[in-house]
């Protein structure tokens, strides 16, 4: 991570320093500057990162905003049309929360310094630009989110404005488009007491709100308990927050280990089931899975999940999506693998053909790194399972003479064909034995 000079050194600060070291080498008085910064500059604060480029080479696509820029990181990017809504949604705000101009940028730039240090990226704008950007994203952000649960409170025409309101909340879950949660809620505490609708709705609940309604529920949100503003970082943050029943195993010592695909499994005898969580049950040979929608939006969302959990370290609950990447890259490897999670309830594809499902999961772990398999119990009981002969046994039993209502129906007879014939030849055997006494 590369440490930089704050933009809004000036050069009286510069003869302050020349002054105290006796020199005006350039490199000695950038040093000094550098080591005069707060400790906390980067290294603690840094919350907001670039995309890892192994990571972006896999799909740059799924990191990319489509619609708008949020923060520093995309800004002044001319194709990204919904950016032209950022000043309706800033006179909105105000007309609605009786507030000047004035108040907003007043309490904006009293966070200016501690948003700045939250990207670990350099922010190459001055403080009043940086001021500015940060007053008509945090107010778009706020207003968007609020009206989608109050649509009272949008802007009048807002559809009229613009159609494509799924690709704003595509970009709200990029990793490099997010804001500082502090200063979204600073935001939201200027407007809501203006609302009677939001007297008693937390900011955290209507960000909860708003992600739930967009997919996967069950994958990696919304059983959440109620958190404190200091608990959230950003958006991304927050929606990585692990479901508890889905994240319920201890952590392992153990060497990592990982699930057969799904087709080998299911030819020991495993079934498929969709769940809470991801469990296997030894006695019955059942895995069970969350449900997966496979949207157009699933790869982006994801992605940026996984990309900010290698990015941040520190974190006891790191790698949470990472782990389950890795597992279902193992588990999907085919075509077949898919149709079998498909068939079990798990996989629900609304995104177009199967090999495109495949293709998905096969990358999806790629350039991940994995210090502790949440799952390694879970594997550890498949790995045994399919170690026993008689599951496979009984597996190609059932497969080869029992799957079909003919091939049942033939088997029994076959079955009750053999057993007359061999009652016979004992009836036949036993018959002679006693004549010939």
Same mark, same amino acid.
């Given at each position: ?263 080998? #499994?299911? @030819?020991? $005898?495993? +079934?498929?089931?969709?769940?809470? &969580? *991801?469990?296997?049950?030894? =006695? ?56 079998? #999670?498909? @068939?079990? $309830?798990? +996989?629900?594809?609304?995104?177009? &053909? *199967?090999?495109?499902?495949? =293709? ?56 009750? #064909?053999?057993?007359?014939?061999? +009652? ?14």
């Amino acid at each position: 991570m590369e440490l930089f000079i704050r933009p809004n050194t000036n050069e009286i600060n510069q003869v302050e320093i020349e002054n105290e070291t006796g020199t005006s080498d350039p490199v000695v008085v950038s040093i000094n500057r550098i080591l005069q910064q707060p400790d906390s500059s980067y290294f603690l604060e840094g919350i907001i990162y670039k995309v890892p480029e192994p990571l972006r080479s896999m799909n740059s696509e799924a990191y990319t905003p489509t619609a708008i820029s949020i923060g520093p990181l995309h800004s002044g990017r001319k194709d990204l049309k919904a950016n032209s809504l950022k000043p309706i949604y800033l006179r909105h705000f105000l007309n609605l929360a009786q507030l000047s101009v004035n108040t907003i940028v007043e309490t904006v730039q009293t966070l200016e310094q501690r948003a700045r240090y939250c990207y670990t990226e350099f922010i190459e704008m001055s403080r009043d630009e940086f001021v500015e950007l940060l007053v008509f994203d945090a107010c778009f952000v706020v207003m968007h989110l609020t009206s989608w649960q109050y649509p009272n409170l949008d802007t009048p025409n807002a559809v009229n404005l613009w159609q494509s309101w799924n690709e704003i909340s595509h970009d709200l879950m990029l990793l490099e488009n997010q804001l500082p949660f502090f200063l979204l809620q600073s935001l939201y505490d200027l407007f809501a007491p203006s609302q009677p609708l939001l007297e008693h709705q937390s900011f955290i609940q209507i960000v909860q709100y708003y992600f739930s309604e967009h997919k996967n529920p069950k994958l990696f949100f919304i059983d959440i308990k109620p958190l404190s503003v200091d608990d959230v970082k950003h958006f991304v943050d927050l929606v990585r927050m692990p479901n508890t029943r889905m994240y319920s195993h201890e952590k392992s010592d153990q060497r990592l280990l990982w699930p057969l695909n799904a087709t080998e #499994l299911h @030819e020991c $005898g495993v +079934i498929f089931r969709s769940g809470d &969580g *991801i469990e296997f049950n030894d =006695q019955g040979g059942c895995l069970q899975l969350p449900p997966i929608k496979i949207y157009d939006d699933f790869e982006k969302r994801v992605r940026n999940l996984i990309a900010y959990e290698q990015c941040h370290i520190g974190n006891e609950l790191r790698n949470r999506v990472s782990n389950f990447a890795v597992f279902m890259q193992c588990l999907v490897q085919s075509d077949q693998d898919v149709k079998l #999670l498909i @068939e079990g $309830g798990i +996989i629900e594809n609304y995104l177009g &053909g *199967i090999n495109e499902i495949t =293709q998905l999961f096969n990358n999806l772990g790629k350039h991940i790194f994995i210090g502790i398999n949440y799952y390694n119990s879970d594997c550890k009981k498949m790995k045994d399972y399919c170690m026993r002969r008689h599951h496979r046994w009984m597996t190609s039993l059932r497969r080869n003479y029992f799957s079909t209502p003919w091939l049942c129906a033939s088997s029994i007879a076959a079955i009750l #064909l053999l057993a007359l014939t061999l +009652i016979q030849t004992i009836l036949a055997v036993f018959t002679g034995f006693k004549e010939r006494s």
